[in-house]
């Protein structure tokens, strides 16, 4: 077993110094010693040359990149351990600019391996949440205060978002935090969502006093926070604020805002999954982070699905 208690990127770069080293670990974290075909999980597989293999039931060809966000790609998997390392390392994220610099490929191709690299971090945003859980909403895009005057748009202030994208997220108390694009801040769109996740019997659920949350004391020991009233944290209960999770909406809109010049609806998503893995693995290591995004590295994203 090659040993990962790598520190740096020094240390990642000397651990896997060659490609047939970094595909012997890919195959470890993958199939831990059994391989099993991507096509038919119960067939008898034979290794052939060249790192590859064949399933017997289908008559296919695989190798350990097959099925995952590595399928397909013309670069190294040297490159590709650098750049998840370079990701997941880093507290603010990293710009496709400066990850085409940091491992020599175009803005393009970077482009696409953060796309991705992106698209695997859905694994840390479906925790099932429950002791003191807040909820809140956040809304993505620029600031009318900030637009030239012919490009203000009118009446987008509060929960009017004409040119903004609203975000759910649901934080229990000291643990981790699920967030997601929703299409709008009424009822139906976000108590789904807090019915999904939300353990009903475990929890005291905090919100603000916005009508898309009325009904929920149905089912959750529901404690209202209302800042109509500026009030922030209750006089009678300590404990029933939403601080923690407006803290993180900052975080977010640090890294959109600081990291990226433009992030579109259609993607955002996967910036907020982003978001929420740096979130939930904040006092995990470098090298579990780094492992972790590996053992769960079995999504595949087209470029065709990312330019349309």
């Known amino acids: 077993?090659?040993?990962?208690?790598?520190?740096?990127?020094?240390?990642?770069?000397?651990?896997f110094s060659t490609e047939q080293i970094c595909v012997e670990y890919l195959e470890q974290m993958r199939w831990n010693g059994i391989v099993e075909s991507p096509f038919d999980s119960t067939s008898i597989v034979y290794k052939c040359k060249d790192n590859k293999y064949r399933c017997k039931n289908t008559g296919k060809y695989f190798n350990v990149k097959t099925g995952s966000m590595f399928e397909n790609t013309k670069v190294s998997l040297r490159k590709w351990f650098l750049a998840i390392w370079l990701v997941t390392s880093h507290k603010k994220g990293i710009s496709s600019i400066q990850l085409s610099k940091d491992i020599d490929v175009t803005q393009k191709t970077a482009w696409f391996m953060l796309q991705r690299i992106r698209a695997c971090f859905v694994v840390e945003n479906n925790n099932e949440l429950e002791g003191i859980v807040e909820c809140d909403e956040t809304f993505i895009g620029g600031k009318n205060k900030n637009r030239h005057k012919d490009k203000k748009v009118q009446n987008s202030q509060g929960r009017s978002f004409k040119d903004k994208t609203p975000v759910m997220g649901m934080l229990q108390r000291d643990g981790k935090i699920n967030a997601f694009v929703v299409s709008d801040t009424k009822r139906n769109s976000i108590q789904p969502l807090i019915c999904r996740f939300v353990n009903p019997e475990k929890t005291k659920l905090i919100s603000d006093e916005w009508l898309g949350y009325n009904g929920l004391e149905?089912?959750?020991d529901h404690r209202i926070i209302d800042h109509s009233k500026k009030e922030y944290v209750s006089l009678q209960d300590s404990f029933i604020h939403t601080n923690n999770i407006e803290g993180s909406w900052k975080i977010l809109k640090s890294a959109v805002s600081g990291m990226y010049n433009h992030v579109s609806r259609k993607h955002l998503q996967k910036y907020v999954d982003e978001f929420v893995y740096r979130y939930n693995l904040r006092k995990t290591p470098e090298n579990e982070k780094f492992k972790h995004l590996l053992l769960h590295s079995n999504v595949r994203t087209k470029y065709k699905e990312l330019a349309a």
């Open 1 to 15: 077993m090659i040993s990962t208690n790598i520190k740096s990127v020094l240390e990642l770069l000397n651990t």
């Open 218 to 220: 149905k089912y959750y």
